[in-house]
């Protein structure tokens, strides 16, 4: 079955630890990006890439990482920069001609 | 930038009763339109989407959405509402160019009363 697929579901971390959140699709879809959903806030976009080896930063990118070596994958780190990630993580990707498809999400806590 | 403005953060509806979750956008240009439903620790899932032709949508379970121009609107509407529907759902847009950057509303809670 074709999809987006994050991992891990739930993500622990460290004061002054940088984590990576994994987002792979077999859709192949040009374009990926990273949201990040805090309650009563929605959908906030962290960044995008519409082509391999490029990327934008979207609105909420300080502390934020990302690579895009790979059609199929978008890594996400957070690094020790950001000063509260403690947040519910989603992934997510389209063509020119279609929605957005969503992964299933990771839950990062800060502990 | 586009901006998409739902009201009411929380909606409570009485079990058969009708759905009625608002959505504004502030393009001039009209966008392509969605609507996605979350449950909890979940991601999100298409509804359904407006992008031309026939202004009133229907989507899956029972859902539907109505885009109005003139009132930059997409509402959306289920006329009997299931304890299944209690959710949160988003509004979100998209520029009709070359790239699909999309924007989401803050969400609205649906609570189902039996």
């Known amino acids: 079955d074709g999809g987006i697929t994050q991992s ?29 959903q ?16 490029d990327f934008q930063k979207g ?16 890594p996400l780190t957070v690094t020790s920069a950001q000063k509260n990630p403690t947040a519910f993580y989603l992934c997510a990707s389209s063509t020119r001609q279609t929605e957005a498809f969503f992964g299933q999400g990771t839950r990062l806590t800060v502990v | 930038a586009q901006s998409v403005t739902q009201l009411g953060s929380h909606v409570s509806v009485s079990e058969g009763a009708l759905v009625l979750l608002r959505c504004n956008y502030s393009s001039s240009v009209p966008p392509y339109l969605f609507w996605y439903v979350q449950y909890p620790n979940q991601g999100l899932q298409l509804l359904l989407k407006y992008t031309t032709g026939a202004t009133l949508v229907k989507g899956i379970n029972g859902f539907e959405a109505e885009f109005k121009k003139s009132e930059t609107s997409f509402h959306l509407t289920k006329p009997s509402a299931h304890m299944s529907d209690a959710a949160e759902y988003f509004c979100a847009v998209s520029d009709r160019g070359n790239f699909n ?14």
């Open chain 1, 8 to 36: 891990p579901k739930y993500l622990f971390r460290k004061e002054g630890q940088n984590v990576t959140l994994s987002c792979e699709q077999n859709l192949n879809h040009d374009a990926m990006y990273w949201y990040r």
């Open chain 1, 38 to 53: 805090d309650p009563g806030q929605g959908l906030r976009l962290i960044y995008y890439s519409q082509i391999v080896n």
């Open chain 1, 59 to 74: 609105d909420i990118a300080e502390g934020y990482s990302v690579s895009r070596e790979k059609k199929e994958s978008f």
């Open chain 2, 101 to 114: 950057k999309f924007y989401f509303g803050s969400g609205t809670k649906l609570n189902v009363k039996p």
